[in-house]
């Protein structure tokens, strides 16, 4: 009977480039070559979703890993250099960062360090949820951004959080490139002096130590695998305060993430129609043949009752009483709807970033706790300061929002009138009363907004700027057009003749000639130079404990897809060790190594280095069991716990074939002969000198029939296993812990018989995944809707 039930099969049509299993799921993340990236059940290996690449996010996918509570999948896009945080129940994309390098691999794991004062924190972190407003969900009739986020965001945005346990996303590339992300969005470390590309991460989680996988070539210029220990004991000595700052900027990168579509939203609600008056009024001045001004028309028209042909012919012909009545509709939907979002949305989100920039400058005053961390209170109230800055800019959109509001309606009520007599048309006597008043507001409007400006159609293309609210909304460095006029202010005026108050650091500035998008950029920039000088405290205080060169890359494995090759690591969190598990191929094919280092860098670990002789551990299991001389090999393996290991075996077909065996590692790590290794050596120079250990394999393994088995990726949490082959396309997914039934057994084979049939052709399968791809909406949402309520059962 096989050990390990087989739950599902599938032919892929196109290559697997990485996969990774949820911690806490049945669901396996695949990323392809096209870029597209797909989350799979585990049983019957059916597709939940799929996210398509695109030009924003980018086509080439290079490392995917979860986040520990499963909520949130992170992945790398190399051709754009960045990494994209993506929510699993609904397939969309909640939050993206720019990288220096392309991510070569990652990591996220989860710290369980538990102590009163992060207890503490941990029941306290809620506290601002006492003293902020809930933030306002993003209206649905905007879409929120057309590339990249879809509607009604700002939820899922604030979700990003997760619980606050602190848990840390590390990132691997080339040059070197290595930094540490708080809750999977806030840079806590970058690193320097690692050398070469790494090809692994694994950050103990005590925080003490970074284990890392690095390429480096040598003098001859050949590439050498080398381990890394990087001390990072500043982290763990200061878990608490890292914790509490890591929480609170993370805080803050969520609200600014919160502001921007807010900001997009007020944007997408500013219509183009609202322009038609002022192309129009140009288009009017370069036509006509007269020499008076524009405002002279108008004012004529208001006073008299009677126009020029001219005008007659603008208001009648290209206006239209029709196109009026829309425009004034327009502007006051659209003016509407970004008053209502300033006030619900952006003062709501600056109120809350002012609150934790409070905390954190608190925070940056107890010097002994987190002036080591690098919080400079400086900085972070020059950050204060850009925050109220910004909401003065959106409190000035809101003054310039609702005097254009009253002069456009008071406006556009006195054109309608006249244009329906202009037509000869009953005016409805609601509308036909107009006080002195009233034209005196008529009056002023024209001669402040209708006045021909040469400058401006200089710089604009056009000589008006009777809308005044598009020009705070658009993303340029230059200033206002039409500046809001502050001649009448008093407490202006009382500021610049105060010697004491004109610099007072207590006011915020509030940049009357620049756009609320000007001033939000500027506040970002701010605050993003007030987030990095932690992380490059933190990562200067990174030094390298450890370094061992392990052996050459062989030749055969040039072409092999980084991310699935040895070696492997994995964090014993119990034992508070690091494991290397790797092969050496071109030195003893047969034999498995394992590298053990304490998380403590300075621990010593009596015998760290032991191999394992794979042909010894099958020799019961082959048709021969006289024969030793098989020479079976290690094509993957990766831990399964911290005591077994999952591998993929090549033995010769003459024997068994690609054979799937879980490996008790109990007897190997009692080893207790030590190794003596010269640090002026490969560790391959020096291989025979290894100890070499036995294992008692039992009946934990199956072949794999009909396939050229290579990969595979585990959890032992989950108890399941995913098998790549060779190709890169043909996958068999497996529960570990169970094993084939009699009947299942036959049903097994015959399957795996019709997907050896597809490996050699593929079409048929190919042909199936096409017309899934056409009719897959519905498929998939049913399969999401399935997901979230089957999830809702585990989670409860």
């Known amino acids: 009977m096989p050990a390990f039930r087989q739950v599902g099969e599938k032919q892929l049509p196109n290559p697997v480039l990485c996969m990774a299993w949820s911690p806490k799921r049945d669901l396996i993340a695949l990323a392809n070559t ?243 008056m002022d192309l129009r009024l140009t288009k009017f001045v370069q036509e006509k043949n007269t020499s008076t001004q524009v405002q002279d028309e108008f004012l004529e028209l208001l006073l008299w009752g009677q126009s020029s042909p001219e005008l007659q012919a603008l208001l009648m012909n290209q206006l239209t009483v029709k196109g009026l009545k829309k425009l004034g509709q327009s502007i006051e939907s659209s003016y509407s709807s970004i008053q209502k979002l300033v006030i619900s949305h952006l003062q709501s989100g600056s109120e809350a970033l002012l609150y934790h920039l409070s905390e954190v400058k608190g925070m940056s005053l107890w010097k002994q706790k987190f002036q080591p961390l690098g919080l400079d209170s400086a900085a972070i109230e020059d950050a204060i ?71 401006l159609f200089d710089r604009k293309g056009k000589y008006f700027n009777v809308e005044r609210v598009g020009q705070y909304l658009k993303d340029e460095d230059e200033d206002l057009v039409s500046p809001p006029n502050t001649k009448g202010n008093q407490w202006l005026r009382f500021l610049q003749e105060s010697s004491h108050l004109k610099e007072s650091p207590l006011l915020f500035p509030s940049y009357p000639q620049k756009s609320l998008h000007f001033v939000k950029r500027m506040m970002e920039g701010v605050i993003e130079s007030c987030l990095q000088k932690p992380a490059e405290v933190i990562g200067k205080s990174v030094k390298q404990a450890v370094f061992l060169s392990l052996y050459t890359v062989p030749e055969s494995s040039e072409n092999t897809p980084r991310l699935f090759e040895l070696p492997s690591l994995w964090n014993d969190k119990k034992t508070n060790m690091h494991y290397v598990v790797f092969c050496m191929p071109e030195v003893s094919p047969s034999k498995l190594y394992l590298l053990r280092k304490g998380t403590d860098p300075y621990r010593q670990i009596p015998n760290s280095l032991m191999s394992i002789d794979l042909s010894a551990v099958l020799s019961h299991h082959l048709e021969n069991e006289d024969d030793g001389n098989a020479r079976v090999r290690c094509l993957d393996a990766r831990f399964y716990d911290d005591e077994i290991l999952t591998v993929v075996l090549d033995v010769p077909e003459e024997y068994r074939g690609r054979v799937l065996a879980q490996l008790p590692l109990g007897s190997a790590l009692s080893c207790e002969t030590e190794f003596n290794w010269d640090p002026s050596l490969r560790l391959d120079q020096q291989s025979d000198a290894i100890p070499c250990q036995g294992l008692v394999l039992g009946n934990q393994l199956r072949d794999l029939e009909n396939m050229k088995a290579q990969f595979v990726a585990v959890n032992g949490i989950r108890k399941v296993a995913c098998v790549l082959s060779a190709n890169l396309r043909h996958v068999r997914v497996f529960e570990m812990d169970v094993e084939d039934e ?4 036959g049903e097994s084979q015959n399957a795996s018989a019709d997907q050896d049939g597809l490996e050699t052709t593929g079409e048929g399968e190919q042909e199936a995944e096409d017309e899934a791809e056409e009719h897959g909406g519905e498929v998939y949402q049913k399969t999401e809707d399935h997901l979230e309520s089957e999830e809702a059962l585990e989670l409860s």
């Open 34 to 276: 096209t870029g597209e990236l797909l989350l799979h059940r585990l049983a019957n290996f059916q597709r939940v979703w799929s996210l398509p690449p695109n030009e924003y996010t980018g086509k080439e996918i290079t490392a995917i890993a979860w986040r520990p509570d499963g909520k949130i999948l992170a992945f790398s896009v190399g051709d754009t250099k960045q990494v994209v945080l993506c929510d699993v129940e609904k397939a969309e994309i909640l939050h993206l960062f720019p990288v220096q390098h392309p991510i070569s691999c990652m990591h996220w794991m989860e710290v369980i360090e538990e102590s009163s004062t992060l207890s503490s924190f941990y029941n306290s972190e809620d506290e601002s949820k006492l003293f902020l407003p809930k933030l306002p969900t993003l209206p649905k009739s905007y879409s929120t951004t057309s590339k990249i986020f879809s509607e009604e965001k700002s939820d899922e945005i604030m979700n990003l959080l997760g619980e606050v346990r602190l848990n840390i996303l590390v990132l691997g590339g080339g040059a070197g490139f290595v930094e540490l992300y708080a809750y999977g969005m806030y840079k806590i470390a970058t690193l320097n002096g690692v050398p070469g590309t790494c090809r692994s991460l694994s950050l103990s989680s005590d925080l003490k130590s970074l284990s890392v996988i690095t390429e480096v070539r040598s003098v001859d210029n050949n590439p050498e695998i080398c381990y890394l220990q990087l001390d990072t004991g500043l982290l763990s000595d200061c878990l608490p305060e890292v914790t509490r700052m890591a929480r609170k900027f993370t805080h803050i990168s969520t609200l600014l993430q919160y502001l921007r579509l807010s900001l997009t939203c007020m944007c997408e609600a500013w219509e183009d129609i609202l322009m038609q």
């Open 385 to 455: 300061t850009a925050v109220g800055s910004f909401s003065l800019k959106a409190n000035e959109l809101l003054q310039v929002i609702d005097k254009s509001m009253k002069n456009f309606k008071a406006f556009f009520r006195w054109l309608y009138v006249a244009m329906l007599r202009m037509c000869e048309e009953h005016v409805p006597p609601e509308l036909n009363k107009m006080t002195q008043k009233d034209i005196a507001f008529v009056a002023d409007f024209l001669s402040e907004h209708f006045s021909e400006n040469e400058e």
């Open 742 to 745: 009699e009947d299942e057994e």
